[in-house]
């Protein structure tokens, strides 16, 4: 386990890297288009100049890598321009909301979707199996800006249950998590119930399952203790890369709802070119991604000790 974790850790180290010297490469090779992002347009070249001066972009290219290299590891990510503020500041307390919305995405989803999946795949073929089916393929194929604005008609419009907006701008309030947490989990629901239920399937008609019911052991310890460990190995995994698609599905979920998490920092970042503040996100969901899938393939040995990585 030590050597896995260990050989994890210097393939997250080396993506991490990797990824540093493209996002340097892309935004920072060009001196003269990051003065003129960072000062404004309006700015003079006679600003921009001393502007680059003062930041060391005199440099030669590798020593402007390491030392922006440095900053970054220092947590110091440069001044947003759009917001006035430091990049960390900002990207602190959008990441800390992007959590809380994601931990009250996968609280409620990860029992549902495991729970439905595993109840389909122990009846497979009656009906709770095709009912769980229909309802899975119907949820996962309606796109997250269409559930968003159906759900925002029903409960906002029509019921006046909730409030149509997630800004919180009274302090944090639970009902406004409901909307955008509700849009995630019906989207993502399907999926991974889906996954859950063929893996349970496939266990629950192995010979070691079959074995040990003809032995006469309880067949709710045979499905507890045998077949649902092996079945989790697939939905973890996909569980874990739900991350990923987190990442890039929260960005449409936080724009609808207006709630201010790290998706909808990366859109306002992207569309008014503030380029420190973009080159932040980028390196953080990029971190996000990595340990995520670290973390599965660790998981992968935990769950069946039988897979080993050479």
């Not at 935004?27 to 921009?48: C, H, K």
């Not at 390491?66 to 602190?92: C, H, K, M």
């Amino acid at each position: 386990m030590g050597r896995i974790v260990l050989r994890r850790l210097i393939y997250m180290l080396t993506t991490m890297l990797l990824a540093s010297v493209a996002l340097f490469l892309l935004f920072e090779v060009d001196p003269e288009s990051v003065a003129a992002n960072a000062l404004g347009q309006y700015s003079t070249i006679e600003q921009r100049r001393l502007w680059l001066a003062q930041h060391g972009y005199d440099q030669p290219l590798v020593l402007r890598y390491a030392a922006w290299l440095a900053r970054f590891v220092t947590g110091e990510l440069g001044q947003s321009r759009v917001f006035n503020q430091p990049v960390a500041d900002i990207l602190l307390v959008r990441a800390g909301n992007s959590a809380i919305l994601a931990l009250a995405f996968f609280a409620i989803m990860v029992p549902l979707a495991i729970g439905l999946g595993v109840l389909a795949g122990m009846r497979e073929g009656s009906p709770l199996d095709r009912v769980i089916s229909v309802l899975s393929i119907v949820t996962t194929s309606v796109p997250p800006f269409a559930s968003g604005v159906f759900v925002t008609a029903i409960l906002v419009f029509w019921l006046g249950l909730l409030p149509g907006t997630s800004s919180m701008i009274d302090g944090f309030r639970a009902r406004e998590l409901v909307l955008p947490v509700l849009v995630l989990v019906l989207y993502d629901l399907g999926y991974v119930a889906r996954i859950t239920r063929g893996a349970m399937a496939d266990a629950m008609t192995s010979a070691y399952v079959r074995t040990a019911i003809l032995k006469g052991i309880p067949r709710r310890r045979v499905v507890l203790r045998h077949a649902l460990r092996n079945a989790l190995v697939a939905p973890f995994t996909v569980i874990m890369l739900q991350v990923n698609w987190l990442i890039g599905g929260v960005i449409v979920v936080e724009f609808l709802f207006a709630y201010k998490g790290l998706g909808s920092l990366i859109l306002e970042a992207s569309l008014n070119r503030d380029i420190f503040l973009i080159q932040a996100s980028t390196m953080l969901t990029i971190g996000l991604a990595v340990l995520t899938q670290s973390i599965a393939d660790i998981g992968y040995v935990i769950l069946n000790p039988r897979i080993r990585y050479k």
